[in-house]
């Protein structure tokens, strides 16, 4: 059974950083194009970015171009989001999970970004 937990979410200042973190079991994430997604509130589940399996290429949404970044240990078949510059329009619950094909869904991380 695939499972993703999401860790690292909090409540931090606008221009604060965070680090995410997606440890997956059941799957082996070096095979696979992996992505973090999130929902802000009343708002559906977007892509924010992904890294591929083969060369590790990124692509990002627009919003975040600059600030996030978005990195894999396979080793330790974990996935991060490095956060920085954060803004309020980034609250916002965050999820991972494949990008071809997800599965199901993991509990997320809250990010709050408030003053």
């Known amino acids: 059974q695939v499972q993703f937990v999401e860790s690292g979410g909090g409540l931090v200042q606008p221009g604060g950083s965070l680090r995410l973190s997606c440890a997956a079991s059941?799957?082996?994430?070096?095979?696979?194009?992996m992505s973090w997604y999130r929902q802000g509130p009343g708002k559906e589940r977007d892509l924010v970015a992904r890294?591929?399996?083969?060369?590790?290429?990124?692509v990002y949404t627009d919003s975040v171009k600059g600030r996030f970044t978005i990195s894999r240990d396979n080793a330790k078949n974990t996935v991060y989001l490095q956060m920085n510059s954060l803004k309020p329009e980034d609250t916002a619950v965050y999820y991972c999970?494949?990008?071809?094909?997800?599965?199901?869904w993991g509990q997320g991380t809250q990010v709050t970004v408030s003053s």
């Open positions: 890294i591929t399996s083969s060369n590790g290429i990124t």
């Open positions: 999970n494949t990008f071809f094909s997800p599965h199901s």
């Open positions: 059941g799957l082996t994430i070096s095979s696979r194009t």
